[in-house]
């Protein structure tokens, strides 16, 4: 398996290790930002996901 490969399935066990992390640690706050996440206007949410995109690749960039 090439280095790119195995370095893109390292990130998504460490992926789902945090996903599950959150659902195993704190359900009952997951359960409400999900319900409070049909109310955030799309532009917002789109705001924050480019942030936290950029951030995770800048991390990436600096790490590598």
Do not use: C, H, N
């Not at 460490?14 to 996903?19: A, D, G, H, N, S």
């Not at 924050?48 to 690749?57: D, E, P």
């Amino acid at each position: 398996m090439s280095t790119l490969a195995t370095d893109f399935m390292i990130g998504f066990a460490f992926f789902l290790i945090i996903e599950g992390l959150a659902y195993a640690l704190a359900p009952r706050l997951i359960k409400r930002m999900a319900e409070q996440l049909p109310a955030m206007p799309e532009e917002r949410l789109r705001i924050f996901g480019i942030v936290v995109l950029a951030a995770g690749v800048g991390l990436v960039w600096l790490l590598r």
